[in-house]
């Protein structure tokens, strides 16, 4: 008689199953080998130390030693007291009387008085003058008088110098520099008279030019009148 093998008894029907059980404890023993955790060795008793003992620190005693004061001397003993009697007979002291009688003559030096010194203030320049010049016509605030003065110098040059002159002294061609420089005395006449050109003939033209100048109203300096210095270049075209 055969004996017939009952299916549900076949292992190999498990086998799926065992390999599944077998691979998540494989897992979990990785995963508790990794997450073992390990201690240093302990290191042996070393003692109980107490922190909080006192040191103990011999203070040596002092005695504070008051300073002896010095003794006070006694007061001197007051000198012997005279008495005087009524009977005798003090000299009194005449303090005589330094007052001038009205009748006496008193001499009196004689009082010399002295003039004083007026101040001289030098040549103040144009540039840097309180009070400028004013040229006649100008009106304004200070800057506009300065202003109006320096045009109308320039204006008054162009219109009295001869303009022919530099080609008619055969200078070469081009632009040639004109300096002039003069003085407004106290009066407001124009002096001192300067120029530097490029040929006599052309500086002497620029001084007889300049000496048309109008006069003008003086400069000040400190509310007095002052000389006052100017200087101002030209261009000469020669064609």
Not at 63 to 88: G, H
Not at 128 to 147: N, S, W
Not at 162 to 180: M, Q, T
């Amino acid at each position: 008689m055969e004996i017939k093998k009952n299916p549900k008894s076949n292992l190999e029907n498990y086998s799926k199953i065992f390999m599944q059980i077998g691979l998540v404890l494989a897992l979990f023993v990785t995963y508790a080998a990794i997450e073992k955790k390990t201690y240093d060795k302990s290191i042996g008793d070393l003692g109980v130390v107490n922190m909080n003992a006192e040191m103990e620190e011999d203070i040596p005693i002092t005695e504070r030693i008051e300073p002896v004061k010095p003794k006070t001397p006694p007061p001197p003993t007051p000198e012997k007291i005279e008495v005087v009697e009524d009977e005798k007979e003090v000299e009194e002291t005449v303090i005589e009387s330094t007052e001038t009688d009205e009748t006496e003559a008193v001499e009196v030096e004689e009082i010399v008085e002295i003039a004083e010194a007026e101040e001289v203030i030098e040549d103040v320049n144009f540039m840097i003058i309180e009070d400028a010049p004013i040229f006649p016509g100008c009106k304004g605030t200070k800057k506009e008088l300065k202003d109006c003065f320096s045009r109308m110098v320039q204006k008054h040059f162009l219109r009295k110098f001869d303009a022919d002159l530099p080609n008619e002294l055969g200078l070469s061609p081009g632009k040639k520099r004109v300096f002039i420089g003069f003085k407004i005395d106290r009066q407001g006449n124009i002096v001192n008279i300067q120029a530097r050109a490029p040929h006599p003939k052309i500086k002497d033209e620029v001084v007889k030019v300049m000496k048309l100048l109008p006069r003008m109203k003086p400069g000040k300096q400190r509310g007095k009148p002052v000389g006052v210095s100017y200087n101002i270049p030209f261009s000469l075209i020669v064609e």
